[in-house]
C-alpha cells in the first residue's frame, strides 16, 4: 500500500487524494465495491490519524453523500456498515432502505439488511451509529457498542467475535461512477423483455417430454431450511396463474414448514391444463442429526418409491410399503432433475453438517446418473445493487462471486448455478423476477430431457 492514501474503485481504479494509508486493502475494497455497484471508494476519516472525536469525524464526513464505514478489532475482524444518506447532525431519525451492515468472513463480505419498519440510524452529533443499536467509536472511545435493538438481525459474535476493542475505524465517501459501458460487461446475456417472457413460457407450455411413457417430469427440490423451496414452487404458480399465489406453505421459520412430500402440478392458468412438469418439495435439510430431511430418505424419493404426502420422520427413513418393494416404480414416477435451493445470504455461514449432508445427497444423485442444478435464491437480499435493480444481476461481480463459492462448495459447474429472486412480499408480478424463474424453470426441463434420452440410450443397447 503506498504512504498516500488511495481512492478504490470498480474495477481497480486508483486515485491520490491525501497523505495518510488506507487500512483497507485493494481486493477488500473491491468486494465492497461490488455490494454497491460501479462506484469510487475514497477515505475521509481515519480514527488514528484524525482522532476518535465525534468533531473530528463531522468535520469530515458530515454532507459528503453515501458512506461507508470500516471497522478492525484486534483479533482481525473487519466490519462495518453503509449509509446513503448524509451526515449531517440533524437529529432526525433516518429511513433509508439502502443501509446495511457488513462482516467479512473470510474473503467475502456478508451483509445484514435494515428490518423492514425500523430506522437505519439517528442523525445526531455523536459518532456513527445504525439503528440506535450499533455504535462505533461509543463514547469517543475506540470500542464498539451493540444494544441489542430490532433494526438490524446482528450476531456479535459472527460479526466481530465478541471483540468490542477496535484498532481503527475508517469512513469512505461512496461516489457512483458513470454507468455508460457497464452493460458490455454482464457475464451472462439476459433479454429482460416482455418478448421474452412470452417466449419462455410458450417454450415450457409445448415441451413434451422426450420419452412417451413420461407425460411430465419430475423435478425434486432440495435443501436448507428457510432456503426457498415452497416459494420457488409458488413464484412459478403465480406467473402460470397470472396472480400472486400461496399453495406451498413457505416462510422463514428456524426449522422446515414442509414436513410431507409433496408433489405440486403447475397449471396454465385457472381452468388451463396442467403444465409437462411436477415440482417435489421435500423437508429441508438442518444441522442437527435426527432432525430435518433424513439423508436415507432421498433414495427412495429418486426410485420413485415415496407417495404424495407422505409424512417425513427425521428419527425413522420411508419404509417400502411391500406390495410395492415387488413392482419397480415406473421411469414416470422416478426424478429426472435434482435443484439443489441455497440462500445467496448464507453460503459463507453454511455449517459444514449442512455441508455434509448436502455433500452426501450429491454424491447419491451422482451415482444414479440424474443431472443437478443450484438455484440461488435471495440475490436482492444479498446485494443492494441487485436489489436497487434486479437487471443489474448479471452486472454484479458480488453475485458472480457467491455463484463461484457455491459452485466450489457443492461440486456443480458455474454454469449450473442459476441465480434467481422468489415472490416473497409482492403483490405483483413483476416482469424481472419472471424472466429468472422461467429461464431457470427452462433449463431444469432440458436437464430433465438429457437424463431421459440418457436412459433411452441405456434401454437402447444390447443385454
Known amino acids: 500500500m503506498s504512504s498516500m492514501d488511495q481512492s478504490f474503485g470498480f ?9 495518510f494509508t488506507c487500512k483497507l486493502t485493494d481486493g477488500k475494497s473491491k468486494r465492497l465495491c461490488a455490494l454497491l455497484g460501479n462506484v469510487k471508494l475514497s477515505l475521509l476519516y481515519k480514527a488514528s490519524v484524525h482522532g476518535y472525536q465525534a468533531s473530528a469525524f463531522h468535520q469530515r464526513c458530515d454532507r459528503q453523500g453515501p458512506t461507508l464505514l470500516v471497522a478492525y478489532n484486534r483479533t482481525g475482524y473487519i466490519f462495518g456498515g453503509y449509509t446513503s444518506v448524509d451526515y449531517t447532525q440533524s437529529g432526525q431519525y433516518i429511513t433509508d432502505e439502502s443501509t446495511f451492515l457488513f462482516s467479512f468472513q473470510g474473503k467475502i463480505p456478508v451483509c445484514i439488511k435494515v428490518n423492514s419498519g425500523h430506522y437505519a440510524r439517528v442523525d445526531d452529533a455523536g459518532m456513527p451509529n445504525f439503528g440506535q443499536q450499533l455504535y462505533f467509536c461509543y463514547n469517543n472511545q475506540p470500542v ?18 465478541n471483540d468490542t476493542r477496535l484498532t481503527e475505524c475508517e469512513v469512505y465517501k461512496v461516489k457512483q461512477m458513470p454507468q455508460i459501458s457497464a452493460r458490455h460487461k454482464q457475464w451472462r446475456n439476459v433479454l429482460w423483455t416482455a418478448n421474452r417472457r412470452a417466449q419462455l413460457m410458450g417454450l415450457i407450455r409445448n415441451y413434451k417430454p422426450l420419452v412417451t411413457s413420461v407425460s411430465r417430469v419430475r423435478i425434486l427440490m432440495i435443501g436448507p431450511v428457510g432456503a426457498g423451496k415452497s416459494s420457488f414452487f409458488n413464484s412459478i404458480n403465480s406467473i402460470f396463474m397470472g396472480r400472486i399465489t400461496s399453495k406451498a406453505m413457505s416462510g422463514s421459520a428456524g426449522t422446515s414448514l414442509t414436513t410431507q412430500f409433496r408433489t405440486y402440478p403447475v397449471k396454465d392458468g385457472r381452468e388451463g391444463k396442467p403444465l409437462p412438469f411436477v415440482l417435489c418439495d421435500t ?12 439423508i436415507e430418505d432421498i433414495s427412495s424419493i429418486l426410485q420413485g418409491h415415496v407417495p404424495d404426502r407422505y409424512k417425513f420422520n427425521p428419527m425413522a427413513p420411508f419404509q417400502h410399503n411391500e406390495q410395492r418393494v415387488y413392482r419397480p416404480a415406473s421411469l414416470q414416477e422416478k426424478i429426472h432433475c435434482v435443484v439443489y435451493v441455497i440462500d445467496a445470504t448464507k453460503i459463507s455461514l453454511m455449517s459444514s453438517k449442512v455441508e455434509e449432508k448436502l455433500a452426501s445427497i450429491h454424491r447419491r444423485v451422482n451415482s444414479q446418473s440424474i443431472p443437478q442444478i443450484v438455484l440461488m435464491t435471495k440475490v436482492d437480499e444479498a446485494c443492494p445493487l441487485v436489489e436497487k435493480d434486479l437487471q443489474s444481476l448479471y452486472l454484479s461481480s458480488y453475485i458472480k462471486s457467491k455463484v463461484q463459492e457455491v459452485s466450489s462448495r457443492l461440486g456443480v459447474p ?30 431444469m426441463l432440458n436437464f430433465a430431457d438429457d437424463y431421459l434420452d440418457d436412459v433411452c440410450s441405456m434401454e437402447d443397447k444390447p443385454k
Open 11 to 19: 474495477g481497480s481504479q486508483v486515485s491520490m487524494v491525501a497523505p
Open 144 to 161: 464498539v457498542l451493540n444494544q441489542r435493538g430490532n433494526a438490524f438481525s446482528v450476531n456479535t459474535t459472527t460479526m466481530y467475535g
Open 283 to 294: 423437508m429441508g435439510l438442518e444441522e442437527q442429526t435426527g432432525a430435518g430431511l433424513d
Open 414 to 443: 458455474v454454469s449450473c448455478v442459476l441465480p434467481v429472486k422468489n415472490y416473497s412480499q409482492e403483490l405483483e408480478l413483476e416482469l424481472n423476477c419472471d424472466v429468472l424463474l422461467l429461464t431457470a424453470l427452462q433449463q
